[in-house]
């Protein structure tokens, strides 16, 4: 098989997983309470220990440097994010429906139900938490890896 076909049959195959993927929600509920209850001690115990490695990293004499530092802003954005998803589940959970209506059923065709409170719009920003977490953990990866190339 040539090159060039190859290719082809891979963007192909590329194209058609694409054209059949079904939504991905980036906020799910959980079943039962116990699931939640289990999930958001997760979030808080998850916070905790990102206060106190910190504080850790802080209060060390040692950790100066930009990877350090960049390990610092790595753990403020995890912990906004921490927060965001905690206080999203929460809403997410006293919502009497669902934040987006999905009228067409189709991929292209989700609009956002015309917010009726206050809640439904801090509901739709505290969703947004990607654009904590990604920044989080390019900040862990950049400080690691001036960690690892000896930056400190």
């Given amino acids: 098989m040539s090159g060039a076909r190859r290719t082809l049959g891979l963007l192909a195959g590329l194209t058609a997983g694409l ?47 930009r990877g350090w530092g960049a390990l610092k802003l790595s753990c403020v954005f995890f912990f906004l994010w921490n927060l965001a998803a905690f206080a999203n589940h929460w809403l997410e959970e006293a919502r009497p429906g669902p934040l987006f209506n999905g009228a067409g059923g189709g991929l292209w065709s989700r609009s956002m139900a015309v917010p009726a409170a206050n809640a439904d719009l801090l509901a739709y920003l505290l969703s947004l938490d990607h654009l904590l977490c990604v920044p989080a953990m390019v900040f862990f990866v950049l400080g690691l890896k001036r960690l690892a190339e000896g930056e400190s």
């Avoid at 699931?35 to 998850?46: D, E, R, S, T």
């Fill in 19 to 65: 054209a059949a993927a079904a939504p991905a929600l980036a906020v799910q509920t959980h079943g039962a309470p116990e699931g939640l209850y289990a999930h958001q001690i997760g979030h808080v115990l998850f916070a905790a220990a990102l206060v106190f490695l910190y504080v850790k990293i802080t209060l060390s004499p040692l950790a100066t440097g």
